[in-house]
């Protein structure tokens, strides 16, 4: 019988090259073929599994004006021995309450620490009174460099799909840049600041926010969406991007938000457009559009101005999978940060520098809560939704729905409305609007109510209930 040496061995099992009984290697019977899984397989599965949670979530859901609960299932993945749990936003980042199934089929109360929904990313926390009580235990993860991914590479899915048990899906990389046009989950903005791992493991619903995994059980990537008429086309939040979000969501002091910086300008790829505008190949970003009245239009950046660098350091967007990086970089700037801008104008034979002061970026939509005295759901307004809806700046808050036979729909306030003042007296948030429904409570009376509604201005009486 021919020895094989130790090493040798080892490396015919990594591979997954190992012989059954009464075969010899290389024999060709059909009989003879291995069909176990392979030693990594196995051996990433084990590592990963018992970090592996489901998540069932009750939230709130607005229709007609008022808050119904709504039950959701996903995943996640439990990242140290404090109990932190990594999963997206879409799953978990609107959750009122929150219960996580350890491996050892536990039950445990967890509770919300912040999300970001720009990158579709939450983190929540075991309940570690309820899990010391309890005696019970957990394993975390390791998180990976998805800088270090390659295309072609294996990598594994784990989650819990549909809301079964832990369930493992294998495939491979098939692309480590995946790019998608400012898309949005839920209503809100996602992708934005980063680009996707593209996989064909299989990702399916229940599947989102449970661990992308390499062959060494480390964390590559959050599974987020699938594609189901791509045949099993699956995204994950590259883990170095979540790495950055974990951070800002851990310290306390950032109230479970990450605050990032704008200066309004829609940017475009230059392919096809160097010989138009007369520049060199992989230099620079197209300004596609300049919002009104944001910090780009008051420094005076215009529409088909080409950014050549950003505080001295040269940008290069030739390819849509190229802008996501440059977004990042302005949105990491400290919100107030002046920001010097290298401009190249149509025209003009020398660049230019423009500086300009960033501002908070805000999303289309915000958080839906509920004026329960006058039977209305509301959100705070913010320039993004005057923006995309064309409406003149303005101060107030948007109505989104109102209940039936509730003092708001007796005074016929409807969704899409803009509260402008209320009694008189201006409201420019939620928590102006609360303040005056509390007080009305206590003392129930007409009052008026200042609305903009399309492009017009109307006046309502809000009355009591008979």
């Not at 400012?182 to 599947?207: M, V």
């Not at 096809?272 to 970003?285: N, P, T």
């Given at each position: 019988m021919k020895l094989i040496p130790a090493p040798a061995k080892l490396a015919l099992v990594l591979s997954g090259i190992v012989t059954l009984a009464g075969c010899s290697l290389g024999h060709e019977d059909p009989k003879c073929i291995d069909v176990r899984p392979s030693y990594p397989v196995r051996y990433a599965t084990d590592r990963i599994s018992p970090a592996v949670v489901r998540l069932?979530?009750?939230?709130?859901?607005?229709?007609q004006g008022q808050a119904r609960s709504e039950r959701s299932i996903g995943s996640g993945v439990i990242i140290d021995d404090q109990g932190h749990v990594l999963t997206n936003f879409h799953v978990a980042g609107r959750a009122k309450r929150i219960d996580i199934t350890l491996s050892s089929l536990e039950h445990v109360r967890a509770n919300l620490l912040g999300s970001d929904h720009w990158t579709d990313l939450a983190l929540v926390?075991?309940?570690?009174?309820?899990?010391?009580?309890?005696?019970?235990?957990?394993?975390?993860a390791d998180l990976g460099d998805s800088s270090k991914v390659m295309l072609a590479q294996p990598v594994m899915a784990v989650g819990t799909p549909y809301g079964l048990s832990r369930t493992v899906t294998a495939g491979i990389v098939s692309n480590t840049d995946r790019t998608?046009?400012?898309?949005?989950?839920?209503?809100?903005?996602?992708?934005?600041?980063?680009?996707?791992?593209?996989?064909?493991?299989?990702?399916?619903?229940?599947?989102?926010?449970?661990?992308?995994?390499?062959?060494r059980g480390d964390v590559v990537g959050i599974n987020t969406r699938g594609m189901t008429t791509g045949n099993n086309l699956g995204f994950a939040i590259p883990i170095d991007v979540a790495k950055d979000v974990i951070r800002v969501l851990m310290n306390p002091?950032?109230?479970?938000?990450?605050?990032?910086?704008?200066?309004?300008?829609?940017?475009?790829?230059?392919?096809?457009?160097?010989?138009?505008?007369?520049?060199?190949?992989?230099?620079?970003?197209?300004?596609?559009?300049?919002?009104?009245?944001?910090?780009?239009?008051?420094?005076?950046?215009?529409?088909?101005?080409?950014?050549?660098?950003?505080?001295?350091v040269p940008v290069n967007v030739r390819f849509p999978e190229q802008l996501a990086p440059v977004r990042r970089m302005i949105s990491d700037y400290p919100i107030g940060s002046d920001l010097t801008?290298?401009?190249?104008?149509?025209?003009?034979?020398?660049?230019?520098?423009?500086?300009?002061?960033?501002?908070?970026?805000?999303?289309?939509?915000?958080?839906?809560?509920?004026?329960?005295?006058?039977?209305?759901?509301?959100?705070?307004?913010?320039?993004?939704?005057?923006?995309?809806?064309r409406i003149p700046y303005t101060h107030g808050v948007l109505v989104t729905g109102s209940r039936p036979g509730s003092p708001a729909q007796a005074a016929e306030i409807?969704?899409?409305?803009?509260?402008?003042?209320?009694?008189?007296?201006?409201?420019?948030?939620?928590?102006?609007?609360?303040?005056?429904?509390?007080?009305?409570?206590?003392?129930?009376r007409p009052i008026g109510i200042d609305i903009r509604r399309g492009r017009g201005q109307i006046f309502q009486v809000l009355k009591p209930r008979d």
């Open positions: 069932d979530i009750v939230s709130e859901n607005f229709q926390q075991l309940d570690m009174d309820e899990v010391h009580r309890r005696h019970l235990t957990f394993s975390h998608f046009d400012e898309s949005d989950i839920d209503g809100y903005e996602t992708g934005w600041f980063n680009n996707w791992i593209q996989t064909d493991a299989a990702i399916n619903p229940g599947n989102s926010g449970g661990p992308l995994v390499d062959l002091a950032n109230h479970g938000k990450v605050a990032r910086s704008y200066i309004g300008v829609q940017l475009q790829p230059l392919q096809d457009f160097e010989k138009f505008y007369d520049i060199a190949i992989d230099k620079g970003v197209l300004v596609a559009s300049v919002e009104n009245d944001s910090p780009a239009a008051i420094a005076g950046i215009k529409a088909e101005d080409i950014v050549l660098a950003i505080d001295g801008l290298t401009v190249q104008r149509p025209g003009k034979p020398e660049p230019m520098t423009v500086k300009i002061k960033t501002e908070k970026l805000e999303s289309v939509i915000t958080e839906e809560q509920a004026i329960s005295a006058w039977g209305l759901s509301v959100r705070d307004l913010t320039r993004a939704y005057l923006r995309d809806n409807d969704r899409d409305d803009i509260i402008l003042k209320v009694d008189g007296k201006p409201v420019t948030s939620v928590e102006d609007l609360q303040a005056a429904a509390e007080a009305w409570s206590k003392n129930p």
